[in-house]
């Protein structure tokens, strides 16, 4: 089976060609629900409560959230206005502006009369343009992940640690951290996950974890703050995660814990790399740190875990005193010096902005 076969597309058309239907990812592993969505605030919704989640899948799913309100509503008013409502969701992940940002400047030029199509035939377009990228990130990674192999004995097992979920549900196919774990399963070689449990939402408990059994890569659940004593071991021969939005310095946010798991990596000389399609290099940003929005979520996450009980049932229990406040940033920022490489779909750049600007000489 290829990689494709055993993953689902994580965001469609419906079939009255007004809709989307998505994976609600909330309910993962232990329910496997599909949620049409027909009108922006239900678009809205399922982006601010994660239904859906993971850059590029944002993106995506707001670029169909355009396409929804054209179909109600083509005048520029209303293109402004999906802008501004979908833009608001989420403020950290790049892909949501950047899919908003080509969806108007796709739109703006046409006749009201000729949006709604076009902004179906554009937002497909995107997605579709998500796998090419990531399959083609899967390649170049499996590269890296060749090397360190090529360094280990015969069949030695190559241990990799990832954090949150950068997989195909996060994407609309083949994920970016994951594709090269994923080919290089298929390519025989013997890899390992740590998958980092990824408080608060559990991203990797929930979901990689569940990528990892769908896709047979041999896998082990850890809690976040067991990486830096694995790496110390010598257990981990290379971290790659995922990113929300990478500067054109090289700088990159990414799930909160990310910058930890940099530290120790460059700690113990670990390889630390971020796999990253370029609509996620936010060309504007130089200094992470500095101009990043790092999105605050309800502390509610922190304090109240989701989880399915004994009897079967999925319910959420409180695991701190109801009293005792919570402060829930989503994010971090990884200086660019403890990123060994961006994997892109070009290539592998250094995580500079003479890196990037050599893989990408149009922009940068
Ligand atoms: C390939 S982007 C995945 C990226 O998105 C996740 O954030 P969230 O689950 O809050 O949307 C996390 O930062 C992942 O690395």
Redesign the pocket.
């Known amino acids: 089976m290829n990689v494709g076969e055993r993953h689902y597309r994580t965001i469609w058309l419906s079939d009255d060609k007004r809709s989307v239907e998505i994976i609600d990812q909330r309910w993962l592993p232990h329910e496997f629900r599909i949620e049409r969505i027909g009108n922006v605030a239900g678009i809205a919704t399922a982006i601010r409560d ?1 239904w859906v ?6 993106g995506v799913t707001a670029a169909y959230g355009v396409a929804i309100q054209m179909t109600e509503d083509p005048s520029d008013e209303a293109l402004d206005a999906v802008w501004e409502t979908l833009h608001r969701t ?1 403020p ?2 790049i ?1 949501l502006r950047w899919a908003l940002d080509e969806m108007r400047r796709y739109l703006k030029p046409l006749a009201p009369g000729e949006r709604a199509e076009a902004a179906y035939r554009r937002a497909a377009e995107i997605a579709d343009e998500d796998v090419g990228l990531n399959r083609a990130i899967g390649e170049n990674g499996l590269a890296i992940i060749k090397e360190i192999a090529a360094k280990k004995k015969p069949g030695e097992t190559v241990n990799i640690l990832t ?5 195909w549900l ?2 609309v196919d083949y ?3 994951t594709a090269p774990i994923y080919l290089a399963t298929e390519a025989g070689i013997p890899v390992h996950v740590y998958v980092d449990e ?1 408080r608060p ?1 559990n ?1 990797g408990a929930q ?1 990689t974890a569940w990528e990892m059994a769908g896709h047979g890569v041999p896998h082990t659940l850890i809690v976040d703050n067991a990486g830096g004593h694995l790496m110390q071991r010598g257990d981990i021969d290379m971290v790659i ?4 939005r990478t500067t054109a310095n090289g700088d990159v ?4 814990g ?1 910058y930890l798991k940099a530290l120790a990596a460059a700690d113990n000389d670990v390889p630390f790399y971020v ?3 370029s609509p ?1 290099i936010d060309w504007t940003v130089a200094d992470g740190l500095a101009e990043i929005p790092i ?1 605050e979520r309800s502390g509610d996450e922190v304090s109240l875990v989701w989880g399915r009980t004994a009897a079967g049932n999925i319910a959420q229990v409180r695991v701190s005193p109801d009293a005792t406040p919570a402060a829930n940033p ?2 971090d920022v990884t200086p660019a010096r403890l990123v060994t490489g961006l994997i892109t779909e070009r290539g592998v750049a250094k995580a500079s902005r003479a890196g990037l600007k050599a893989m990408f000489p149009e922009r940068g």
Not at 163 to 167: D, E, K
Not at 241 to 244: E, F, I, P
Not at 253 to 256: G, S, V, Y
């Open positions: 994660m989640r993971g850059a590029p899948l944002i989420r950290t992940a892909n954090h949150c979920n950068a997989g996060a994407t994920g970016t951290a990824t939402r991203q979901l995660v995922g990113t929300d946010c990414n799930k909160i990310t796999a990253l399609p996620t999105e989503a994010f």
